[in-house]
């Protein structure tokens, strides 16, 4: 019988070993560098202790053409599975986050945002109403975008993504209808 662990939403069978996925992860933002990416490095971080590979990690600024260059690259490149952007989903005028990539989204997973809010509402409150957090599948690809602090990285990951790429979750997990994104 499985050692079943409970797991927020589900359950977790740990007697099965884990499928790493393939991740990289993009911060946008206009003042970060390698040295002061504090967001990317916590998402990194969590991906190699999940047991998946953080195929790649970069920093552009806030703006579209260069998200999108980023994006479509990596996707390009067949070595990415998912892509998890950090910044740029705030409501000023430098956040364009969302306007570069859900045109790009061949579907929505709207069930996203309405978990993150729902887990951001118990940490920061009502402030939660100032990330415009989405996913979507490009190309067979999930990306999540997440707002650029650490706190809401760490819910965003810890609360709501980790559990859904771990192909241990139970009743159901992304890992398990990646091979079948791009049927028709």
């Known amino acids: 019988m499985s050692d079943i662990l409970p797991a927020p939403g589900g359950r ?22 390698e040295d ?29 053409a260069a998200i999108r260059a980023r994006v479509r690259d990596w996707i390009a490149s067949g070595a990415v599975d998912v892509i998890l952007t950090t910044g740029g989903t705030g409501l000023t005028g430098r956040d364009v ?8 989204f061949d579907k929505r997973i709207d069930g996203f945002s309405v978990i993150f ?41 810890d609360q709501v993504i980790r559990w859904q790429l771990d192909s241990r979750h139970r009743p159901c997990n992304l890992v398990e209808i990646m091979p079948r994104l791009l049927e028709r």
Do not use: M
């Open 12 to 33: 977790l069978l740990t007697d099965q070993p884990v499928t790493p996925v393939r991740i990289a992860v993009l911060t946008v933002s206009d003042t970060r560098d």
């Open 36 to 64: 002061s990416d504090t967001s990317g490095g916590i998402l990194a971080e969590r991906i190699a202790a999940a047991e998946h590979v953080c195929v790649d990690k970069a920093i552009v600024p806030d703006d579209i």
């Open 97 to 104: 986050t969302p306007e570069a990539l859900e045109p790009l």
């Open 117 to 157: 809010h729902t887990v951001s509402y118990q940490t920061i409150g009502l402030s939660t109403l100032q990330s415009r957090a989405t996913a979507g599948i490009i190309d067979g690809v999930f990306v999540f975008c997440l707002p650029g602090s650490n706190g809401a990285v760490r819910d965003g990951w």
